[in-house]
Structures are given as C-alpha cells and as structure tokens.
C-alpha cells in the first residue's frame, strides 16, 4: 500500500555523461539539472514499484524543482523523495538532491498510477492520427 511518508532514494556519480554539457543544457562541465530532475523522478518511481499490482505502472505528471548548487564530475550525487500526498491514483513527492558536499535540488514531484498496456495503446494511437 502507497502511504504518506513513503521514502526512495537513487545514487549516481558525476561524470562527464551526465553534465550540462552532456544535456546541452549549459556550457559548464558540472552536473546538468536534467539529470538530477531524473535522479529524483528514478528514486519515486523505484519507492512505488514494489507495492503496485500486476501490470501497473506510473507515469511523471509535474516537477518543481530549484537546483541550488554545482556538483564537479567523479562527486556522488542521490536523491531522496518522501511521499506526502496520496489522491486515488495521484502520488505527491517531496524530492531533494544531494551531493557530498550538501544539498543540491529540493522541489515537488507529482505520478499518476496507469495501467501499463492502456496507457501505452492510448499513446501508440497517437501515431496513427499523425500519418
């Protein structure tokens, strides 16, 4: 069962793969805010995995997230999400970002609970209106 105070956490390392740079999100060689936003999407979704049934899955619906400072390449990074709101399907984070220096990210993070095959036929139909 999906609770209030439900906790997660993914871990990485800085590397030349994951910074602005890499994202062409800036000129900098730092740790690039697009992924310390899917660390942070990577540490909810991991927490829920575990207690959905069968054939369930969650989708990303919103993120507000402030990136407080730089982490330099070869410094681990995690983030930690704290569950604070549970809406029927609706699930609302706390997230926060770290480095070995401190913190790095905090916001809030919003998933919705799907079921995986329609929500993937829903989306594949799309293809057909484009053509």
Not at 48 to 56: D, F, I, S, T, V
Not at 71 to 95: L, Q
Not at 99 to 116: L, P, S, T, Y
């Amino acid at each position: 069962m999906i609770s209030i105070g439900l906790n997660g956490r993914a871990d990485s390392i800085v590397t030349e793969a994951n910074t602005a740079t890499a994202a062409c999100s800036g000129a900098l060689p730092v740790y690039g805010t697009p992924f310390m936003i899917a660390l942070m999407e990577q540490a909810a979704f991991s927490s829920l995995e575990p207690h959905l049934a069968a054939g369930e899955s969650t989708v990303g619906t919103k993120l507000q997230v402030t990136h407080l400072a730089a982490t330099p390449i070869g410094m681990r990074v995690w983030a930690e999400c704290t569950v604070t709101e549970v809406e029927r399907k609706r699930i609302v984070f706390a997230v926060t970002a770290y480095d070995e220096a401190g913190k790095i990210g905090e916001g809030v993070h919003e998933r919705f609970i799907v079921r995986a095959e329609a929500f993937l036929e829903k989306t594949n139909a799309k293809l057909e209106g484009a053509k």
